[in-house]
């Protein structure tokens, strides 16, 4: 398995936005404290994975809001930090996953999160 790895830092007023990639078809950004990346997998089983990640890193989910298109799950961590997953159908096979913790970001914990996502579908 080839994976390439790429990063490219923008620095505009005061706020940095560093993007990445891993394999085909994945893309990465953080903007803004918000956590923006596109999933290989079809809507339904990144819902399902997000909700496994959640319980599996033992956070408090407080509510979830599914229609057929969109997904947003909120649950808390142990420091009551407000954590909000945004899923999103681009296309079939593609959802778009959005992850901010706390108010203004918090970007390990939400690298974190992608990751046991990913590690889940």
């Known amino acids: 398995m080839t994976v390439a790895l790429f990063a490219a830092v923008t620095v505009n007023s005061g706020c940095v936005a560093v993007a990445a990639g891993a394999g085909a078809g994945a893309a990465v950004a953080y903007v803004r404290g918000q956590l923006d990346a596109t999933l290989s997998a079809d809507f339904d089983k990144a819902v399902d994975a997000t909700n496994r990640a959640i ?3 033992q ?4 509510s979830e809001h599914k229609d ?4 947003t799950l909120v649950a808390r ?5 407000k954590i909000e997953v945004r899923l999103e159908t681009v296309s079939r096979g593609v959802t778009k996953v959005r992850i901010r913790v706390g108010v203004f970001g918090d970007e390990p914990t939400s690298i974190a999160i992608l990751e046991k996502i990913k590690a889940n579908l």
Not at 59 to 62: D, L, W
Not at 68 to 71: E, G, I
Not at 77 to 81: E, G, I, Q
């Open 55 to 57: 319980q599996q890193l």
């Open 59 to 62: 956070y408090a989910k407080v």
């Open 68 to 71: 057929a298109l969109v997904d």
């Open 77 to 81: 961590n142990a420091d009551d930090k």
